[in-house]
C-alpha cells in the first residue's frame, strides 16, 4: 500500500471527497444544535464557520490516518465522525499533542 508522504501528492479528488464528507459531518452537527435550539438556522456566519472548521478537522484527520496507514474504509469513518465533532477534534488533538510535548520536557 503506497502512503503518500506529502500533502501535495494527495490528489485533489481525495481532498474532494474528504472535504466534502467531514463538511456533511459538520452540517449534521450544525442541524442537530438546531434542532436543540442552539443556533438560528438563518445564521450562515455560523454555518460557514462550522462547515471551514469540520472540513479543517477532517484534512488533519486524513492525515493521521494516511500517515498511521489504516484502512481506507476507517479513514472514512474517522473523518466523517471527526468532521461532526469539528472544533471539539481539533481540541482534543492540541490537548493530546500538549501532553506529549510536556512529557518530552524542554530540549535544549
Not at 494516511?66 to 466523517?80: E, I
Amino acid at each position: 500500500m503506497h502512503t503518500p508522504r506529502d500533502p501535495t501528492s494527495i490528489s485533489l479528488l481525495t481532498y474532494a471527497w474528504v472535504i466534502a464528507l467531514s463538511s456533511f459531518g459538520g452540517l449534521a452537527s450544525f442541524l442537530g444544535k438546531y434542532r436543540r435550539g442552539e443556533v438560528r438556522a438563518i445564521n450562515i456566519t455560523e454555518l460557514v464557520g462550522e462547515l471551514v472548521i469540520s472540513a479543517f478537522a477532517g484534512i488533519i484527520t486524513y492525515y493521521l490516518c494516511t500517515w498511521s496507514q489504516l484502512d481506507p474504509m476507517l479513514t472514512a469513518a474517522l473523518v466523517g465522525i471527526c468532521g461532526h465533532m469539528g472544533s471539539r477534534a481539533v481540541l482534543l488533538a492540541e490537548q493530546r499533542l500538549r501532553r506529549m510535548f510536556d512529557r518530552m520536557g524542554p530540549h535544549a
